[in-house]
T-cell receptor, first 113, second 108 residues
Framework: KAGVTQTPRYLIKTRGQQVTLSCSPISGHRSVSWYQQTPGQGLQFLFEYFSETQRNKGNFPGRFSGRQFSNSRSEMNVSTLELGDSALYLC????????????FGDGTRLSIL | GQNIDQPTEMTATEGAIVQINCTYQTSGFNGLFWYQQHAGEAPTFLSYNVLDGLEEKGRFSSFLSRSKGYSYLLLKELQMKDSASYLCAVRSDYKLSFGAGTTVTVRA
């Protein structure tokens, strides 16, 4: 069974640009969550989608948005990029119930110049 | 909100036992997860507790006390490959909140 796939693996952008990251969940998984990981803040929850609906979101500004498609694939968008947005962005999928573990992709390393 | 605390670093010798503690304060609780993350890699799932008590999985065990807001991960018969960051995470309303992680270094 293929794991969670994130593209691209690496990305370099400049301040003010926008970026879209993609996540394909494990087949059959309907929940996709996004996280930002930095050395100083650790793993921070961005948002979670289930059946194309956002079920919860973290404390990030509105520049961070996401969506989920009918095939459960998800995208995350960050607009007006800032230097502080440099981070590893991780996507995780699960079947969808609270007691089921999330399985992580390898992440997208975003660097802002 | 969630407040999750775990030690920053721990060092142990190959073959020994290490216990990583995690305390949490949360507005809701649907379970506690432990993940392992090697440097430069994605976190991988280790264990899940939702009821009080001990869950054992081979060399790894995890304990939960909901009344005390406390969990621990026990790593037995440590191996060099166990050197990694261990993340405690609390699930609430479909949101998974992580502690900062405990870096475990295993020495020969």
């Amino acid at each position: 069974k293929a794991g969670v796939t994130q593209t691209p693996r690496y990305l370099i952008k400049t301040r003010g640009q926008q970026v879209t990251l993609s996540c394909s969940p494990i087949s059959g998984h309907r929940s996709v969550s996004w996280y930002q990981q930095t050395p100083g803040q650790g793993l921070q929850f961005l948002f979670e989608y289930f059946s194309e609906t956002q079920r919860n979101k973290g404390n990030f500004p509105g520049r961070f948005s996401g969506r989920q498609f009918s095939n459960s694939r998800s995208e995350m968008n960050v607009s007006t990029l800032e230097l502080g947005d440099s981070a590893l962005y991780l996507c995780a999928s699960s079947p969808g119930q609270n007691n089921q573990p999330q399985h992580f992709g390898d992440g997208t390393r975003l660097s802002i110049l | 909100g969630q407040n999750i605390d775990q030690p920053t670093e721990m060092t142990a010798t190959e073959g020994a036992i290490v216990q990583i503690n995690c305390t949490y304060q949360t507005s809701g609780f649907n379970g506690l997860f432990w993940y392992q993350q090697h440097a430069g890699e994605a976190p991988t799932f280790l264990s899940y507790n939702v009821l009080d008590g001990l869950e054992e999985k081979g060399r790894f065990s995890s304990f939960l006390s909901r009344s005390k807001g406390y969990s621990y991960l026990l790593l037995k018969e440590l191996q060099m490959k166990d050197s990694a960051s261990y993340l405690c995470a609390v699930r609430s309303d479909y949101k998974l909140s992580f502690g900062a992680g405990t870096t475990v270094t295993v020495r020969a």
